[in-house]
C-alpha cells in the first residue's frame, strides 16, 4: 500500500478548481459566440443537406456509406458502456498507463479514437455539396 498516493484533498481541490475555471470559461464563451443557427425551415424549398456538428459528423460519414453502419454505432456504444463490467481481465493492483493486462481495451479504444477522428476529417474537408466527395481544403 505504500505505492499509493493519498489523493484526498489535495487532488480534489485542483479538480475543483480546474472544473470551476472550465465551466466559467464555456459559460463566458457561450454568451460571446453565435451558436451557427440556421434559418426557418421552408417545406417548398429543400436546402442543400447541410453536414451535422463537427462532434457528429463521423456517425454522418459512417451512416453514409451505408444506413446498416448505425448498429456499429450503437455496438461501439454499448461496448464502451459495458467494458467496465466484461471480464476481460483481472482487476489490476496497481494503477498504470496501457498496462498489458488491459491490451485489448487499449487497443480497442485506440483504434476507435482513431476511426472517429478520420471519419471527422473527411466529412469535414473531404465533402462538398451533396455529400459528393471532393478533394482539399
Known sequence: MSDYVKASPHFFRIIKIAFAVTLISLLVLAFFMQAP???PADVSRVPNPSKSAWFLMWTQE???YATGMVY?????G???LLLPWLPL???AE??????RDQ??????TVVSFLGIVVLT???????????????GF
Open 37 to 39: 443557427l440556421q434559418g
Open 72 to 76: 456499429l454505432i450503437l455496438a461501439l
Open 78 to 80: 454499448l461496448v464502451f
Open 103 to 108: 491490451r485489448a481495451v487499449n487497443l480497442l
Open 94 to 99: 496497481r494503477a498504470r498507463w496501457f498496462s
Open 121 to 135: 476529417v473527411i466529412a469535414m474537408y473531404f465533402r462538398g455539396e451533396n455529400w459528393s466527395f471532393v478533394f
Open 89 to 91: 481481465s483481472p482487476p
Open 62 to 64: 459512417l451512416v453514409s
